[in-house]
């Protein structure tokens, strides 16, 4: 499968951004979907991540209650909704794909199959 991401952008602290992440190459719906990030100088790491009917998610905690994720499985896309902005989150955020089922799996980038090339997202202070 094929991964597209986008919808970065540069927003002031606050702000707001909404990415996608859009599948081709296989239905979306065999997946969990994750979303990871990395900022310059620092590792990358897990952010949120979704199951394939969309009824369970795990959010990394700085995240939880300012982002959300959704998936609609009829148009193979996944979204990323950030609010409340810090310059903390600036990084490129990459959506991946797995099939692995266990939740303890879904923060580990090792468990992913496949992933997008990134959209950066800038945070200003």
């Known amino acids: 499968v094929q991964l597209q991401a986008s919808g970065g952008g540069l927003v002031q602290a606050g702000g707001s951004l909404k990415l996608s992440c859009v599948a081709s190459?296989?239905?979306?719906?065999?997946?969990?979907m994750g979303w990871f990030r990395q900022a310059p100088g620092k590792e990358r790491e897990f952010v949120v991540a979704?199951?394939?009917?969309?009824?369970?998610?795990v959010y990394k905690d700085s995240v939880k209650g300012r982002f959300t994720i959704s998936r609609d499985n009829a148009k193979n896309t996944v979204y990323l909704q950030m609010n409340s902005l810090k310059p903390d989150d600036t990084a490129v955020y990459y959506c991946a794909a797995t099939t692995r089922s266990g939740r303890n799996y879904w923060p580990h980038e090792e468990e992913y199959d496949y992933w997008g090339q990134g959209t950066q997202v800038t945070v200003s202070s």
């Open positions: 190459g296989r239905t979306l719906s065999n997946y969990v």
């Open positions: 979704i199951s394939w009917s969309g009824d369970s998610t």
